[in-house]
């Protein structure tokens, strides 16, 4: 009789399996998902089982030694994902494994925290006698026995804390029978210490009802079809998800919803925990590795059927799963910048596919990609076209920041219309939002005389001027230098360098100078790093604590304020100068979206467009909240120059130290390539990329066009098994490139 074998990857990127004998005393604990120990080599190491068989053509196979994790990591279904997921992104399987365990989830020696736990023994507790002669013996002791009567079960660290009394204290008291000392695993709650109150559902408007009614008639049929759900902002997207969600749980599955930015995970994590309560589990980057390890295992136990997070939480262990959400699905923030180098919202719409469950793609401005997928007949459309609560869409102005100029004899940063706008909400006791999505305080430090900038020693961009620390920092790979007292140029060296260019800093310089009573703060990744700092900033608008809130595109979407009555975008058009064939759309998106946060109470809203073009067709769209022209408009466009959604993007970037090995191995590379590649699809380049060094690293790119990409990813694969590139330059696809930067 044949012994079962097991496929077996490795966390070495090999981009292949293993076969090992089952031995058979572990018949029956290996399982698709187990993470097995294994001989590898002349070492041991850990592998992820992959599939189960009972003959492999490889004669005399190793034996793998023991079972590391007894519960599967991932069942056949995620599997199937992650095959996916490394085949049309173009990576190895490990990695694609990688992608959906979370690093502390998968990592060696990954457990759950265990602390000593105090738990008070009702049956044989003291008399009030026995306590009183203890109070005079030992007074701590008496405490924490006082304590342990209001919280019968804590932990030994927060009991001691709590009264005074040691361990050897606790012990005795144990030793009199009053209580026990265990060792016990402490879950590690992210929530600790958000506070929420239980909501209930309001009443839903009319296309609320139309909304949910569709996504309901798409959960409970065989074949699902995506839902793209249109609304403008301030609609009611996120009450439509809560009751779809709530459609699923009560059918016995369970849901995710994903966020683009960390930023708003705290806000939709208090409207979803106030609704579900401690079903939510949440999953991203900014929790602990403890946190993250026992929020993903709370899942997988099936103890939180509702999954909040940003790109990685698509990947959450929720079984069965009912429904998959992805709010603002046309963000930028839901591709990753790693191999394998997917986007959320397309890996989504797979996992709904393969999972037959239903999945919504939610948006103000939807991607021209998904648009056209719905007006096709691919996805379900469906319009919210009113907000809720009979609130107006807020007023648009376009200040024309030429004529700004011309009237004030030169350049100014805020313009007078703004300034007054600002005064006006401050005198009625309303919020404004200021928006500029570029961050530090000047872009630029150049010498006057010469025109010399100072640029990242290790990459080819300039510094940034950041105020507060008084340091440049390259925004590519985190360089600082001092600020320069002198020209850095060697045949120059002349004094008084000149701070250009404007940043969020600058704005809130500025802001703090016009209005010195206003309570003013600033919300970009400089004033977001530490831990919890988002929703501490966002609790403090919440509260009125703050007047105007500065900041960068995590405040642009999603957060519903109902006293901000006034947003102001400064510098519109940073976005419509990035050369690349998006700039339009999401120019388009980002002021439509940041917009949006105007007039969603009862005070309607205003918002102020600076802009020195203001006649581009994204300014004139936006200003008028119209996808839909601005829809047509765009898409004729792409397809007269054959860009995506015509055609499918893809970018190879090879980078490294030496330049002139960088050229050779992308000019071979695409050479072979060439002669692979079917008619219909073209190769641009190779050349330099848009920013050709980076962390010292040279970069050269080329660029594949196709109708889809499976008209050039196999030619992809056979040249990456044969190419050999020159020490030290590395090879990154990115297939669906959203940008060719």
């Known amino acids: 009789m044949p012994q079962p074998i097991a496929r077996i990857i490795t966390d070495i990127a090999l ?139 804590q932990t030994a660290a927060a009991l001691m804390a709590a009264s005074g009394v040691g361990l050897p204290g606790l012990r005795a008291l144990a030793a009199k029978g009053w209580l026990t000392l265990e060792k016990g695993v402490i879950r590690r709650n992210p929530h600790e210490r958000m506070q929420v109150l239980p909501t209930h559902p309001p009443p839903l408007m009319a296309e609320q009802t139309a909304a949910l009614a569709a996504i309901h008639e798409e959960m409970t049929a065989a074949k699902p079809r995506v839902v793209l759900l249109h609304g403008v902002t301030g609609s009611g997207k996120t009450e439509v998800y809560l009751a779809a969600i709530q459609a699923a749980l009560d059918a016995g599955k369970g849901a995710i919803a994903l966020v683009p930015e960390i930023a708003l995970t705290p806000q939709t994590m208090e409207r979803f925990r106030g609704r579900f309560g401690e079903t939510v589990a949440v999953l991203h980057s900014h929790l602990s590795d403890g946190e993250r390890h026992d929020e993903w295992r709370r899942i997988a ?30 963000e930028p923030a839901y591709k990753q910048d790693e191999a394998p180098r997917y986007n959320a919202r397309d890996v989504a719409v797979m996992r709904g596919h393969l999972e037959g469950c239903a999945v919504v793609l939610g948006s103000a401005t939807p991607s021209l990609e998904s648009y056209r997928h719905a007006r096709a007949g691919k996805y379900r459309l469906v319009n919210m076209t009113q907000r809720v609560d009979e609130q107006v869409m807020p007023m648009v102005r376009v200040v024309d920041m030429r004529l700004e100029t011309e009237k004030a004899g030169g350049a100014h940063l805020i313009s007078q219309d703004l300034i007054e706008a600002v005064r006006q909400r401050l005198d009625q006791g309303e919020q404004t939002i200021l928006f500029l999505n570029r961050r530090g305080y000047a872009t630029t430090v150049m010498c006057p005389l010469c025109g ?20 440049l920092l390259c925004h590519v790979c985190g360089h600082t230098s001092p600020v320069p007292a002198r020209c850095s140029a060697p045949q120059c060296g002349a004094p008084n360098i000149k701070m250009a260019g404007v940043g ?170 060439q002669k692979l590649l079917p008619a219909g699809v073209r190769l641009l380049g190779p050349n330099p990329a848009p920013l050709a060094r980076a962390k010292k690293q040279y970069r050269t790119h080329f660029l594949l066009f196709g109708r889809n990409t499976r008209d050039y990813i196999p030619a992809l694969r056979e040249i990456l098994t044969s190419f050999k590139p020159p020490k030290g330059v590395a090879i990154a696809i990115n297939v669906d490139a959203l940008s060719i930067m």
């Open 301 to 330: 136990a099936g103890q939180a059927r509702v999954v909040v997070g940003a790109r990685s939480a698509l990947f959450a262990p929720v079984r069965p799963l009912g429904l998959v959400v992805v709010d603002e699905e046309h």
């Open 452 to 471: 010399h900038t100072e640029t990242c020693p290790d990459c080819s961009v300039k510094m940034t001027y950041h105020k507060e620390a008084e340091f």
């Open 15 to 153: 981009d292949r399996e293993f076969d090992y004998r089952i031995p058979e005393q572990l018949l029956g604990r290996v399982q698709v998902g187990s993470v097995v120990q294994i001989p590898f080599g002349r070492r041991h190491a850990r592998g992820f089982v992959t599939g189960l068989r009972d003959t492999s053509p490889f004669p005399d196979l190793k034996a793998l030694h023991d079972v590391v994790d007894a519960p599967p990591l991932f069942d056949e279904s995620m599997l199937r994902l992650a095959r996916w997921l490394a085949d049309y992104y173009v990576a190895p399987f490990e990695q694609a494994i990688a992608a959906i365990l979370p690093a502390p989830v998968r990592r060696e020696g990954a457990k759950f925290k265990e602390q000593l736990i105090v738990r008070a023994r009702s049956e044989s507790a003291p008399t009030p006698e026995e306590v009183a002669a203890l109070a005079k013996r030992s007074p701590k002791q008496a405490a924490a026995w006082q304590e342990l009567l209001q919280t019968p079960e």
């Open 504 to 673: 969020t800093q600058r704005v809130e310089a500025a802001v703090r100078k016009i209005f010195p009573r206003a309570r003013v703060a600033r919300m970009d990744s400089d004033a977001t790093g530490a831990k919890d700092s988002h929703a501490q900033i966002l609790g403090k608008f919440r509260r009125g604590d703050i007047d105007i809130l500065i900041g960068t595109q995590m405040i642009a979407k999603g957060l519903d304020f109902p006293n901000v009555t006034l947003v102001g975008v400064i510098h519109a058009d940073l976005s419509l100068q990035m050369p690349d064939f998006r700039a339009a759309e999401r120019t388009f998106q980002l002021l439509t979206q940041v917009a949006g946060r105007a007039g969603r109470g009862d005070v309607p809203g205003e918002v102020l467009i600076q802009t020195y073009t203001p006649f581009h067709p994204a300014v004139q769209a936006s200003r008028r909240a119209d996808y839909t022209t601005f829809y047509d408009q765009e898409i004729e466009l792409r397809r007269e120059l054959n860009y995506p959604p015509f055609s499918r993007l893809t970018t190879v970037l090879f980078r490294g130290l030496e330049e002139a090995n960088v050229n050779t191995a992308a000019k071979d590379f695409a050479e072979r390539l």
